[in-house]
């Protein structure tokens, strides 16, 4: 195999290991802000490196070009930013030596370190970076030793060493010990090695090291062995990827059609998004499958025989990727347009049926870039333009927009759906940009917000323990109840929310919520808080099966 | 500037935090974010009180304020060549607000970051 062609397969397989390991990855997260989002953030990084690879020429130096432009502009959250460093720094080095044996490897990986460790002041030990530090000190043992060693011998060193360094992450960084967990930007890297390894001498990615504390996704797998890669057993011709927006009670309809049309099925996720992966000869069979159960997303189709072309083909004909949506009434002009980031069907419909004209697919743990939030903008029919990131996290990139277009554009910070909601009551399509973004952050400043949703591991917090499993009942100012139902979990929330000044109580369903729990909730209030109306809406957005307004 | 310092309640009296001793753990906080490789004077922060602290002392680049009794804080940064300042600039606003409320357990109103120069480390 070619350094081209071990480029190009490093960075696919990279992608699909990190997919199918994302869940499991974000659950080690809790360093340096337990946000869960690790794994995701590394994903989407890869994700738009291989975008760039699809349009990179078949040239050694254009290929690593691609990896370190597709890096740097797509990536996402801390982790993907170390990581669009750590790529830099390797492809520098096989781009100017021109390929890659065992003394290239170890200078690869030392660049790699020592371009992460530049780009921070105080480095932190017990975090992605000692694992890269580690493994390229190994590497450069090994030529050391004996300086004809070949790629796969001084890989090997790198990376069982890289595991040990792992490993001992919780002894160099206690959070990580006190969560019972190794680091998660680590352990992504370590994948990364254990996916090289794979592409050039064929070893199979074994599962990543988790530690005790983390909740093990293994039980949602439905095929166990899988064919990482289609370089094996398979038979069939293409392989189908893609993230399905569905309701879980969907998904066994959904694997049985899969069963039917091919192999190497892996359904994993829940809470609302799975990650897909099947290889088949019917293409369209296995996307119809998932329209029929929710919305997929980031398709993507290979052809295992000859992938480039076809590939190309499928995925703008499938139009994989686009993840604007845009309803019927966006097409008519306005003076100034809203462009909301939102996830769940429920909650999108509301959205458009205020009058937002561009949604922008995107949440916790799922921040839009500032690429997408652009199209977006650029794509509504109106030269002002209100953002509604509708997430503390998504505020920031929103606020990158308008240095990047024509257009004017202005963000109403709101921090959830609910004051996402509150705000659109005062828009005015007619009206200016600076005007409705005034009127609408004042509305919006009124609303208080409050989320249920499930712990995913055991924690402290300042009302007490919290187990996994427990639901957590949370106000813009952190945690403040915990409970083991949802439905006494929204109520106590409410309970110390609501006050007899507030009017009105919006409700917005999720994925988790229940009629006979949204009773509970609407017969609490009409007892507790007789002055206050409900209004109960079905939002569909993942992970929170409760969202509340209260104004 | 408000210099009264910001106030935790307790039932054995009050606790007051210096904005001083805020700005030296945002020091401390920025300095350990991906991505930022040095504090800056320049901009705004060179009017106010950071403007006394030496270079290289943590606390340097930081502007605390008390907005009714939540901490509001101004962080001027210099970022590394060839990373995506969007990402830098939101992964220092989450590390910092969190470290702030996690070691002072006062409430965090609003952290700016302000991108004053980016340096080629290599």
């Known amino acids: 195999m070619s350094e081209l062609e071990t480029v190009r397969a490093l960075a696919r397989g990279a992608l699909d290991s990190l997919e199918l390991s994302r869940e499991r990855i974000d659950d080690l997260n809790v360093y340096p802000v337990p946000d869960g989002d690790t794994g995701t953030n590394m994903s989407l990084t890869l994700g738009s490196v291989c975008d760039e690879l699809r349009e990179a020429e078949d040239d050694l130096a254009a290929v690593c070009k691609a990896v370190s432009r597709g890096s740097l502009m797509g990536a996402r959250g801390n982790s993907g930013v170390i990581l669009s460093q750590i790529l830099r720094g390797f492809v520098g080095v096989v781009a100017e030596s021109g390929g890659l044996d065992g003394s290239g490897l170890a ?7 020592d371009a992460a460790y530049q780009a921070v002041m105080r480095p932190v030990e017990g975090t992605i970076l000692t694992v890269v530090r580690e ?3 190994a590497a450069e043992e090994t030529v050391a030793a004996d300086p004809s ?16 360094a792992l490993a001992r992450t919780p002894e160099l960084l206690p959070v990580l010990a006190e969560a019972g967990v190794v680091d998660a930007g680590g352990t992504g890297y370590l994948l990364l090695l254990d996916v090289l390894l794979h592409v050039i001498d064929g070893r199979p990615v074994p599962e990543p090291r988790v530690g005790e504390g983390a909740v093990r996704a293994d039980a949602r797998l439905v095929h166990a062995a899988v064919d990482e890669h289609g370089d094996g057993s398979s038979e069939l ?23 039917g049309i091919g192999d190497s099925i892996v359904v994993v996720g829940g809470d609302g998004l799975w990650n897909c992966h099947i290889h088949t000869d019917d293409i369209g069979a296995a996307v119809e499958a ?8 980031k398709i993507r189709v290979t052809d295992l025989a000859e992938q480039v072309e076809e590939e190309r083909w499928v995925r703008e004909a499938t139009g994989a990727g686009d993840v604007v949506d845009f309803p019927p009434h966006a097409s008519e002009p306005v003076c100034t347009a809203v462009v909301a980031v939102a996830a769940g069907d429920g909650i999108k419909r509301i959205f458009y049926s205020l009058g937002v004209q561009g949604i922008v697919a995107g949440g916790q743990s799922m921040n839009p870039s500032t690429a997408e939030l652009l199209a977006a903008v650029e794509a509504v029919p109106a030269e002002e333009v209100v953002i509604l990131p509708n997430n503390k996290n998504i505020i920031p990139v929103a606020e990158q927009v308008d240095a990047h277009t024509d257009r004017t554009v202005r963000v109403v910070p709101t921090r959830g759906i609910a004051e996402g909601f509150a705000a659109l009551m005062s828009y005015d399509p007619e009206a200016r ?3 409705n973004a005034k009127e609408m ?11 249920v949703t499930q712990a995913v591991r055991d924690s402290t917090s300042d009302v007490g323990p919290i187990a996994e499993g427990d639901f957590l009942g949370i106000a813009s100012d952190g945690i403040r109840v915990v409970e083991q139902t949802q439905a006494a979990a929204a109520c106590r929330l409410l309970e110390a929310l609501v006050t007899d000044e507030h009017e009105i109580v919006t409700v917005i369903e999720g994925d988790g919520a229940n009629p006979a729990d949204t009773r509970a909730i609407t017969e609490w209030l009409d007892e507790h808080r007789p002055e206050v109306s409900a209004e109960v809406h079905h939002g569909g957005q993942p992970l929170y099966p409760y969202l509340f307004g209260i104004e | 500037v408000d210099e009264s310092g910001l106030t935790i309640p307790s039932d054995l009296g009050r606790i007051t935090v210096s904005p001083a001793a805020i700005a030296q753990i945002v020091g401390r906080v920025a300095a350990e974010c991906y991505g930022v490789v040095g504090m800056s004077l320049r901009g705004a922060a060179r009017e106010r009180v950071t403007q006394l602290l030496p270079k290289g002392r943590p606390g340097r680049g930081v502007v605390v304020r008390n907005v009714d009794g939540a901490v509001a804080l101004e962080l001027h940064v210099v970022v590394a060549y060839g990373l995506n300042l969007a990402e830098v600039a939101a992964t220092v606003r989450s590390q910092v607000g969190y470290e702030v409320e996690r070691l002072t357990g006062l409430p965090v109103a609003s952290v700016d970051v302000h991108i004053q120069d980016v340096k080629r480390t290599a």
Request: no cysteine; proline share 4%; charged share 30%.
């Open chain 1, 107 to 113: 200078r690869a990986l030392r660049a790699a370190a």
């Open chain 1, 135 to 137: 493994s390229a000190e």
């Open chain 1, 149 to 164: 060693s070949d790629l796969l011998s001084v890989l090997v060193a790198a990376r069982d060493r890289g595991d040990k």
């Open chain 1, 237 to 259: 011709r293409y392989e189908v990827m893609y993230f399905l927006e569905a309701p879980d009670e969907a998904i066994p309809a959904f694997k049985d059609v899969w069963a």
């Open chain 1, 290 to 297: 998932a329209v029929d159960a929710g919305r997929p997303r």
């Open chain 1, 433 to 435: 940009a600076d005007e």
């Open chain 1, 441 to 451: 952050t004042a509305l919006a400043s009124n609303v208080v917000a409050g989320e």
